[in-house]
């Protein structure tokens, strides 16, 4: 199969003439050409297996057989549209119901998170009559313009913040203004949105949704304090808004415990709407969102059809289907919860070791490593953060940094992850992170700099254009 590829050097070059730059690459300064993944692994041409600890639209593995076979089976008898009736999509809405509360017993079925996201802002807003969204600072939901409107984490970079968006600080207790010895983070950061959604009010504003990821992930790997989201609700609520919980990096048993990440808040949190994408499909374009009977109705009640040339499709339906049979079959939930457990262990051990990790936390699947300049001030260690997954590349191990310091290391792998690859991620790291720490001490002047550690170009720090707003994956 090889042979009739181009080589990697006519592929970058064709790529930089008829793609735009805009669309980016990872290690710019020298990208990875993949060829074939399975399971948690990558190959690329030379044949080379990189751990990939980062993909997790590659829910199940990367081409896990069952779901190539599902897609395989089901293109082979029909791919339409939803307007005819067919078991698929049915069968999915049900098998995706028994997943959720009770109260979420409605389906829409899109083909991207944005879309999803999208559909969720048109609903809120139809549901309640206002037009207003609070989001979390550094969030990203999603890259249509309506979704660049209410993500901080681009419009920054942008045409800056529209007059109906409001930005909430994000519940980070490592970094927030409300930190681990505060005695109730949860209840400071709701009061923060509180504040937030009186302001807007002040104005004239009516607010129509909170929308949050369940865990934020660009905003650096954040585990929001229990009880935030129902404190949150209340105020949303109360200014007659809705809860919009974006699950499209989170979801389906990523976090071990639970089957949604928001199920992580307590029994008693029920979000009005839930996104999923990503994950949902293991790569195939798929995304659903979840809501009440009364949305929906209001919704309904405008009398104009909402269709969607692909969602739905008896082929993504198929291939959902299947990804809910492989994470029952091979018990990738608790899977994850018990590789997760033991790699935040090592992570930890490693903490204790190495100054520059200033925090460590996660649940199930999903871990950040938060690289600090200084434990006492906690200024992000961007430059060493980029060097670390440079180095880790080099040592076929794909990792990536986000974040509003770009600094903190995300582990979202495939579910299939192993013990082994954790053990293995982790002694690389413990490897790179003493080697970095001996050529800082041996450099007289700036850190890492003239130390032969090589920086991408852009790469200057928190919050500079090149850097932020990049990918979010
Ligand atoms: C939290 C979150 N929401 C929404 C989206 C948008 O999803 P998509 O790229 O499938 O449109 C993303 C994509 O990165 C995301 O991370």
Redesign the pocket.
């Known amino acids: 199969m090889a042979t009739d590829q181009r080589a990697k050097a006519d592929t970058l070059s064709l790529r930089q003439r008829l793609l735009s730059s805009s669309c980016r690459l990872f290690f710019p300064e020298d990208p990875v050409k993949i060829v074939r993944g399975q399971g948690q692994y990558l190959y690329d041409e030379q044949g080379g297996e990189y751990i990939d600890c980062i993909n997790n639209v590659a829910h199940v593995g990367h081409c896990h057989p069952l779901v190539v076979q599902a897609a395989h089976e089901q293109n082979q008898v029909l791919n339409t549209n939803s307007r005819y009736l067919h078991d698929n999509i049915v069968d999915y809405a049900q098998r995706l119901s028994e997943t959720l509360p009770e109260k979420l017993c409605v389906f829409y079925f899109l083909n ?4 999803a ?1 999208d559909l969720a802002l048109r609903l809120a807003r139809q549901y309640t009559g206002h037009q207003d969204v609070v989001v979390l600072d550094h969030a ?4 249509l313009s309506s ?1 660049i409107d209410i993500s901080p984490y681009k419009f920054r970079y942008l045409d800056g913040q529209k007059e109906w968006v409001h930005v909430a600080p994000l519940p980070d207790t490592y970094r927030g203004p409300y930190r681990e010895d505060h005695p109730n983070p949860a209840v400071a950061y709701a009061n923060e949105v509180k504040r937030v959604v009186s302001n807007a009010q002040e104005k004239g504003r009516k607010i129509a949704a909170f929308f949050m ?1 369940s865990l934020p ?2 905003g650096g790997q954040i585990i929001p304090p229990a009880g935030y989201f129902s404190q949150v609700a209340e105020h949303i609520h109360r200014a007659g808004g809705v809860f919009v919980a ?1 699950e ?2 989170v979801g389906f048993g990523r976090v071990g415990k639970h089957f949604w990440a928001f199920q992580l808040q307590g029994e008693d949190f029920v979000p009005d709407i839930v ?1 999923m ?2 994950s949902i499909g293991n790569g195939h374009p798929i ?1 659903c969102v979840a809501t009440t009977q009364a949305v929906s109705r209001a919704f309904e009640a405008t009398g104009v059809e909402y269709f969607n040339t692909f969602g739905g499709s008896p082929v993504s339906c198929a291939v959902g289907l299947a990804v809910l049979d492989v994470l029952e079959k091979e018990q990738l939930q608790a899977h994850a919860t018990c590789v997760g457990s033991f790699l935040m262990e090592l992570l930890r051990q490693q903490k204790a070791k190495h100054p520059i990790i200033g925090d460590v936390r996660g649940v199930g699947l999903f871990i950040g490593v938060d690289l600090v300049q200084d434990e006492a001030t906690r200024m992000p260690a961007t430059q060493e953060a980029d060097y670390v997954i440079t180095r880790l590349k080099e040592n076929y191990i794909l990792l990536s940094a986000d974040g509003p310091g770009r600094n903190i290391l995300k582990f979202k792998p495939p579910m299939c992850f192993s013990l082994d690859n954790a053990q293995l991620v982790v002694t690389k790291l413990d490897a790179i992170l003493t080697d970095m720490e001996e050529k800082v001490r041996s450099c007289e002047t700036l850190r890492l700099q003239p130390c032969s550690v090589k920086h991408p170009p852009g790469s200057t720090g928190p919050g500079c254009r090149a850097a932020a707003g990049s990918r ?2």
């Open positions: 991207s998170g944005s879309e996201n990203y939901h999603g890259h979704l990821e992930s660009v974006d499209i990096q996104t994408g990503k995304a979010p994956s």
